[in-house]
Protein backbone atom coordinates (compact mmCIF):
# COMPACT_ATOMS: atom_id res chain seq x y z
CA UNK A 1 0.00 0.00 0.00
CA UNK A 2 1.20 3.38 -0.77
CA UNK A 3 0.47 7.28 0.19
CA UNK A 4 -2.46 7.79 2.57
CA UNK A 5 -3.81 3.99 2.07
CA UNK A 6 -2.79 1.92 5.29
CA UNK A 7 -5.13 -0.97 4.14
CA UNK A 8 -8.11 -2.39 1.78
CA UNK A 9 -10.36 -4.91 3.10
CA UNK A 10 -13.58 -6.19 3.14
CA UNK A 11 -16.15 -4.73 5.25
CA UNK A 12 -18.57 -8.09 5.89
CA UNK A 13 -21.48 -7.59 8.36
CA UNK A 14 -21.40 -5.66 10.53
CA UNK A 15 -19.09 -3.51 9.14
CA UNK A 16 -16.12 -3.43 11.32
CA UNK A 17 -14.17 0.06 12.63
CA UNK A 18 -11.29 1.54 14.76
CA UNK A 19 -11.53 3.08 18.26
CA UNK A 20 -13.36 5.03 18.84
CA UNK A 21 -16.31 3.60 17.23
CA UNK A 22 -17.32 -0.18 17.89
CA UNK A 23 -18.73 -1.05 14.70
CA UNK A 24 -21.52 0.14 12.32
CA UNK A 25 -24.77 -1.87 10.72
CA UNK A 26 -25.78 -0.79 7.47
CA UNK A 27 -29.45 -1.41 6.73
CA UNK A 28 -30.60 -1.52 2.98
CA UNK A 29 -33.92 -3.09 2.73
CA UNK A 30 -36.66 -2.82 -0.26
CA UNK A 31 -39.88 -3.02 1.91
CA UNK A 32 -43.50 -4.05 0.48
CA UNK A 33 -46.50 -1.11 0.93
CA UNK A 34 -47.93 -1.04 4.03
CA UNK A 35 -50.98 -3.12 5.49
CA UNK A 36 -53.38 -1.18 8.49
CA UNK A 37 -50.51 -2.59 11.22
CA UNK A 38 -47.94 -0.92 9.69
CA UNK A 39 -45.91 -3.71 8.45
CA UNK A 40 -46.07 -6.16 5.29
CA UNK A 41 -48.66 -8.06 4.22
CA UNK A 42 -48.39 -11.39 6.70
CA UNK A 43 -48.64 -13.49 3.34
CA UNK A 44 -45.18 -11.92 2.53
CA UNK A 45 -43.86 -13.67 6.14
CA UNK A 46 -44.50 -17.14 5.37
CA UNK A 47 -40.91 -19.39 5.26
CA UNK A 48 -39.36 -16.10 7.00
CA UNK A 49 -37.44 -16.85 10.73
CA UNK A 50 -39.82 -14.50 11.92
CA UNK A 51 -37.90 -12.48 14.99
CA UNK A 52 -34.73 -14.11 13.62
CA UNK A 53 -35.18 -12.72 10.34
CA UNK A 54 -31.67 -11.66 8.92
CA UNK A 55 -31.13 -13.42 5.81
CA UNK A 56 -28.83 -10.78 3.86
CA UNK A 57 -29.98 -12.31 0.13
CA UNK A 58 -33.58 -11.38 0.50
CA UNK A 59 -35.06 -7.96 -0.78
CA UNK A 60 -36.13 -6.95 3.03
CA UNK A 61 -35.45 -8.32 6.64
CA UNK A 62 -38.04 -8.59 9.63
CA UNK A 63 -35.09 -8.50 11.75
CA UNK A 64 -36.88 -8.88 15.47
CA UNK A 65 -39.78 -7.78 14.57
CA UNK A 66 -42.92 -9.71 14.12
CA UNK A 67 -45.69 -7.78 12.76
CA UNK A 68 -43.89 -4.63 12.30
CA UNK A 69 -39.86 -4.72 10.95
CA UNK A 70 -36.81 -3.56 13.34
CA UNK A 71 -36.06 -3.71 16.73
CA UNK A 72 -37.86 -4.29 19.69
CA UNK A 73 -37.35 -3.00 23.14
CA UNK A 74 -33.68 -3.69 24.04
CA UNK A 75 -31.14 -1.96 26.66
CA UNK A 76 -28.00 -0.36 26.22
CA UNK A 77 -25.13 0.52 28.26
CA UNK A 78 -21.97 2.52 28.63
CA UNK A 79 -22.05 3.86 24.73
CA UNK A 80 -23.63 6.15 21.77
CA UNK A 81 -25.86 5.10 18.77
CA UNK A 82 -25.56 7.27 15.66
CA UNK A 83 -28.77 6.48 13.30
CA UNK A 84 -28.54 7.86 10.19
CA UNK A 85 -31.83 7.33 7.61
CA UNK A 86 -31.11 8.69 4.47
CA UNK A 87 -34.28 6.69 3.19
CA UNK A 88 -37.83 5.56 5.33
CA UNK A 89 -38.85 6.33 8.53
CA UNK A 90 -37.55 4.94 12.06
CA UNK A 91 -40.14 5.17 14.92
CA UNK A 92 -37.66 5.42 18.63
CA UNK A 93 -39.87 4.56 21.88
CA UNK A 94 -37.72 4.17 25.02
CA UNK A 95 -37.50 3.49 28.76
CA UNK A 96 -37.67 7.12 29.97
CA UNK A 97 -41.03 7.65 27.88
CA UNK A 98 -39.29 9.74 24.94
CA UNK A 99 -40.29 9.16 21.65
CA UNK A 100 -39.79 9.95 18.34
CA UNK A 101 -40.19 9.60 14.50
CA UNK A 102 -37.10 10.37 12.24
CA UNK A 103 -36.19 9.65 8.89
CA UNK A 104 -35.57 10.97 5.16
CA UNK A 105 -31.83 12.44 6.18
CA UNK A 106 -32.74 12.71 9.88
CA UNK A 107 -30.28 11.33 11.93
CA UNK A 108 -30.55 10.78 15.76
CA UNK A 109 -27.50 10.84 18.06
CA UNK A 110 -28.47 8.87 21.34
CA UNK A 111 -26.05 8.80 24.76
CA UNK A 112 -27.24 5.17 26.31
CA UNK A 113 -25.02 6.00 29.42
CA UNK A 114 -25.86 4.45 32.56
CA UNK A 115 -28.39 2.30 30.81
CA UNK A 116 -31.82 3.07 29.12
CA UNK A 117 -33.86 0.54 26.60
CA UNK A 118 -35.11 1.50 23.31
CA UNK A 119 -37.59 0.00 20.33
CA UNK A 120 -36.30 0.80 16.79
CA UNK A 121 -38.97 0.00 14.59
CA UNK A 122 -39.49 0.29 10.86
CA UNK A 123 -42.91 1.27 10.07
CA UNK A 124 -44.26 1.23 6.58
CA UNK A 125 -46.76 4.08 6.36
CA UNK A 126 -47.11 3.85 2.54
CA UNK A 127 -50.16 1.80 1.68
CA UNK A 128 -50.14 2.47 -2.08
CA UNK A 129 -46.25 1.99 -3.00
CA UNK A 130 -43.08 0.55 -1.33
CA UNK A 131 -41.55 1.78 1.59
CA UNK A 132 -37.52 1.50 1.24
CA UNK A 133 -35.56 2.08 4.10
CA UNK A 134 -31.97 2.87 4.30
CA UNK A 135 -30.25 3.26 7.28
CA UNK A 136 -26.32 3.44 8.95
CA UNK A 137 -26.04 2.54 12.95
CA UNK A 138 -22.85 3.30 14.37
CA UNK A 139 -21.76 2.77 17.59
CA UNK A 140 -19.44 5.53 19.01
CA UNK A 141 -17.63 4.26 22.82
CA UNK A 142 -17.77 6.63 25.86
CA UNK A 143 -14.93 6.88 27.47
CA UNK A 144 -14.52 5.84 31.36
CA UNK A 145 -15.46 9.13 32.77
CA UNK A 146 -19.10 9.27 30.76
CA UNK A 147 -20.21 5.69 30.56
CA UNK A 148 -22.82 6.30 33.79
CA UNK A 149 -23.68 9.79 32.13
CA UNK A 150 -27.49 10.07 32.31
CA UNK A 151 -29.27 9.16 28.75
CA UNK A 152 -30.07 11.26 26.31
CA UNK A 153 -30.75 11.84 22.76
CA UNK A 154 -30.68 14.46 20.30
CA UNK A 155 -32.01 14.72 16.97
CA UNK A 156 -30.49 16.25 13.67
CA UNK A 157 -32.89 17.04 10.97
CA UNK A 158 -32.04 16.81 7.92
CA UNK A 159 -33.40 20.52 6.65
CA UNK A 160 -30.16 21.18 8.97
CA UNK A 161 -27.53 19.26 8.42
CA UNK A 162 -25.10 20.72 6.55
CA UNK A 163 -24.47 19.86 2.52
CA UNK A 164 -20.90 20.87 0.81
CA UNK A 165 -21.02 20.86 -2.92
CA UNK A 166 -17.45 20.40 -4.31
CA UNK A 167 -16.78 20.41 -8.14
CA UNK A 168 -13.56 19.08 -9.43
CA UNK A 169 -11.84 20.63 -12.36
CA UNK A 170 -13.57 18.79 -14.90
CA UNK A 171 -16.86 20.11 -13.55
CA UNK A 172 -17.90 16.66 -11.59
CA UNK A 173 -19.05 16.89 -8.58
CA UNK A 174 -18.84 15.61 -4.62
CA UNK A 175 -21.30 16.20 -2.11
CA UNK A 176 -20.88 15.89 1.01
CA UNK A 177 -23.53 15.96 4.20
CA UNK A 178 -22.06 16.93 7.60
CA UNK A 179 -23.06 14.29 10.51
CA UNK A 180 -20.56 15.19 12.95
CA UNK A 181 -16.76 17.06 12.95
CA UNK A 182 -15.85 19.32 10.93
CA UNK A 183 -14.68 19.59 6.75
CA UNK A 184 -14.46 22.49 3.91
CA UNK A 185 -14.16 25.63 6.39
CA UNK A 186 -18.02 24.54 7.36
CA UNK A 187 -19.05 22.61 11.15
CA UNK A 188 -21.71 19.78 11.93
CA UNK A 189 -24.52 20.77 14.31
CA UNK A 190 -23.02 19.68 17.39
CA UNK A 191 -23.19 16.13 19.07
CA UNK A 192 -24.96 14.80 22.13
CA UNK A 193 -23.74 16.72 24.70
CA UNK A 194 -21.85 13.70 26.58
CA UNK A 195 -20.16 12.97 23.65
CA UNK A 196 -16.60 11.82 23.03
CA UNK A 197 -17.42 13.86 19.44
CA UNK A 198 -18.20 17.25 21.17
CA UNK A 199 -14.96 17.91 22.19
CA UNK A 200 -13.04 19.69 19.09
CA UNK A 201 -9.47 17.89 19.85
CA UNK A 202 -11.20 14.49 19.66
CA UNK A 203 -11.56 15.12 15.97
CA UNK A 204 -14.60 13.01 15.18
CA UNK A 205 -15.99 13.53 12.02
CA UNK A 206 -19.03 11.54 10.28
CA UNK A 207 -19.91 12.10 6.29
CA UNK A 208 -21.95 10.52 3.75
CA UNK A 209 -20.24 11.04 0.57
CA UNK A 210 -21.58 11.47 -2.81
CA UNK A 211 -19.32 11.20 -5.70
CA UNK A 212 -20.69 11.78 -9.46
CA UNK A 213 -19.23 9.52 -12.08
CA UNK A 214 -15.66 10.16 -12.42
CA UNK A 215 -15.18 12.62 -10.08
CA UNK A 216 -12.10 13.14 -7.70
CA UNK A 217 -12.03 14.93 -4.47
CA UNK A 218 -9.00 15.41 -2.20
CA UNK A 219 -9.45 14.44 1.34
CA UNK A 220 -7.21 17.03 3.54
CA UNK A 221 -4.40 15.86 5.83
CA UNK A 222 -5.35 17.42 9.21
CA UNK A 223 -3.02 19.63 10.27
CA UNK A 224 0.66 17.77 12.30
CA UNK A 225 -0.52 18.65 15.86
CA UNK A 226 -4.36 17.07 15.51
CA UNK A 227 -3.30 13.90 14.35
CA UNK A 228 -1.64 11.91 16.92
CA UNK A 229 -3.84 8.86 17.61
CA UNK A 230 -6.74 9.46 14.86
CA UNK A 231 -8.35 6.74 13.19
CA UNK A 232 -9.74 7.16 9.91
CA UNK A 233 -11.51 4.49 7.60
CA UNK A 234 -14.47 4.95 4.24
CA UNK A 235 -16.82 2.57 4.07
CA UNK A 236 -18.33 2.20 0.07
CA UNK A 237 -21.16 1.29 0.47
CA UNK A 238 -22.88 1.99 -3.25
CA UNK A 239 -21.17 2.25 -6.67
CA UNK A 240 -18.53 -0.13 -8.72
CA UNK A 241 -15.60 0.91 -8.33
CA UNK A 242 -12.93 4.00 -6.85
CA UNK A 243 -9.56 4.63 -6.51
CA UNK A 244 -7.93 6.23 -3.19
CA UNK A 245 -4.37 7.60 -4.31
CA UNK A 246 -4.14 4.74 -6.82
CA UNK A 247 -5.36 1.91 -5.06
CA UNK A 248 -8.20 0.46 -6.24
CA UNK A 249 -11.07 0.03 -3.68
CA UNK A 250 -14.05 -2.07 -5.01
CA UNK A 251 -17.70 -2.04 -3.49
CA UNK A 252 -18.12 -3.71 -0.28
CA UNK A 253 -14.77 -2.33 0.64
CA UNK A 254 -13.34 -0.03 3.37
CA UNK A 255 -10.13 2.07 3.34
CA UNK A 256 -8.19 2.61 6.26
CA UNK A 257 -6.52 6.07 6.11
CA UNK A 258 -3.28 7.83 7.22
CA UNK A 259 -5.13 11.25 8.31
CA UNK A 260 -1.39 12.84 8.10
CA UNK A 261 -1.42 12.09 4.67
CA UNK A 262 -3.73 13.82 1.81
CA UNK A 263 -6.30 11.63 0.44
CA UNK A 264 -7.19 11.79 -3.33
CA UNK A 265 -10.19 9.76 -4.16
CA UNK A 266 -11.40 9.01 -7.46
CA UNK A 267 -14.92 7.41 -8.33
CA UNK A 268 -15.56 4.92 -10.96
CA UNK A 269 -18.53 4.95 -13.98
CA UNK A 270 -21.31 4.79 -11.27
CA UNK A 271 -22.75 7.35 -8.80
CA UNK A 272 -20.55 6.21 -5.45
CA UNK A 273 -21.31 6.69 -2.03
CA UNK A 274 -18.83 6.16 1.38
CA UNK A 275 -19.65 6.41 5.11
CA UNK A 276 -16.42 7.92 6.35
CA UNK A 277 -15.13 7.67 10.04
CA UNK A 278 -12.71 9.72 11.72
CA UNK A 279 -11.91 9.93 15.74
CA UNK A 280 -9.61 10.06 18.37
CA UNK A 281 -8.93 6.79 19.74
CA UNK A 282 -10.02 6.44 23.34
CA UNK A 283 -7.36 4.20 23.97
CA UNK A 284 -9.00 2.61 26.89
CA UNK A 285 -9.78 -1.67 27.63
CA UNK A 286 -13.15 -2.24 25.86
CA UNK A 287 -15.49 -5.04 27.68
CA UNK A 288 -18.62 -5.87 25.49
CA UNK A 289 -21.16 -8.20 25.66
CA UNK A 290 -24.91 -7.90 23.55
CA UNK A 291 -25.85 -4.08 24.53
CA UNK A 292 -23.23 -3.34 26.72
CA UNK A 293 -19.95 -1.87 26.79
CA UNK A 294 -17.80 -0.97 29.31
CA UNK A 295 -13.95 -1.05 30.73
CA UNK A 296 -14.23 -4.66 32.37
CA UNK A 297 -16.03 -8.07 33.04
CA UNK A 298 -16.66 -6.59 36.30
CA UNK A 299 -18.59 -3.63 35.06
CA UNK A 300 -20.42 -5.58 32.18
CA UNK A 301 -21.59 -8.02 35.27
CA UNK A 302 -22.65 -4.92 36.81
CA UNK A 303 -24.85 -3.66 33.73
CA UNK A 304 -26.20 -7.09 33.56
CA UNK A 305 -27.40 -7.46 37.03
CA UNK A 306 -28.87 -3.71 37.06
CA UNK A 307 -30.87 -4.05 33.74
CA UNK A 308 -32.04 -7.14 35.39
CA UNK A 309 -33.08 -5.09 39.10
CA UNK A 310 -34.39 -2.33 37.08
CA UNK A 311 -34.90 -2.86 33.64
CA UNK A 312 -33.58 0.68 32.76
CA UNK A 313 -36.74 1.88 33.63
CA UNK A 314 -39.14 -0.17 32.89
CA UNK A 315 -41.22 0.02 29.51
CA UNK A 316 -43.70 2.54 29.46
CA UNK A 317 -45.08 1.46 26.20
CA UNK A 318 -48.62 -0.96 25.81
CA UNK A 319 -45.93 -3.11 23.45
CA UNK A 320 -42.33 -3.89 23.46
CA UNK A 321 -42.29 -3.22 19.15
CA UNK A 322 -44.30 0.02 19.76
CA UNK A 323 -45.08 2.52 16.85
CA UNK A 324 -46.37 5.56 16.61
CA UNK A 325 -49.39 6.37 14.38
CA UNK A 326 -49.43 6.29 11.16
CA UNK A 327 -51.20 9.83 11.16
CA UNK A 328 -48.01 10.88 12.58
CA UNK A 329 -45.14 12.91 10.92
CA UNK A 330 -41.47 12.99 12.02
CA UNK A 331 -40.77 14.33 15.35
CA UNK A 332 -39.36 14.43 18.88
CA UNK A 333 -40.43 14.43 22.15
CA UNK A 334 -37.61 14.03 25.38
CA UNK A 335 -37.46 12.71 28.77
CA UNK A 336 -38.28 16.24 29.92
CA UNK A 337 -40.72 16.99 27.97
CA UNK A 338 -39.25 18.97 25.54
CA UNK A 339 -40.95 18.45 21.72
CA UNK A 340 -39.56 18.93 18.06
CA UNK A 341 -42.08 18.39 14.83
CA UNK A 342 -40.86 18.33 11.18
Known amino acids: MSNSVKSIRPMGFPWQTQDPFLFCAYHADHYPKGNENLGPDPSLLKGRAIGQDFDPNLEWRMYHGKTVPGFPSHPHRGFETISIVPQG??????????????GNGDVQWMTAGKGVQHSE????????????????????????????????????????????????????????????????????????????????????????????PGATYQLKALEADRVGEITQTAYFYKGNSMTVDG???????????????????????????????????????????????????????????????????????????????????????????????K
Open 121 to 212: MFPLLKDQEDNPLEMFQIWLNLPRKSKMVEPHFKMLWSEEIPVINVKDDAGAETEIRLIAGEIEGQKALGAAPDSWANDPYNAVTVLIVKMD
Open 89 to 102: LVDHSDSLGAAGRF
Open 247 to 341: EKVNLNEAVELDASKDSVLVNGSETGYFLFLQGRAIKEPVAKYGPFVMNSQQEIMEAMEAYRNTEFGGWPWGAHDHVHSGEVGRFAKHADGQEEY
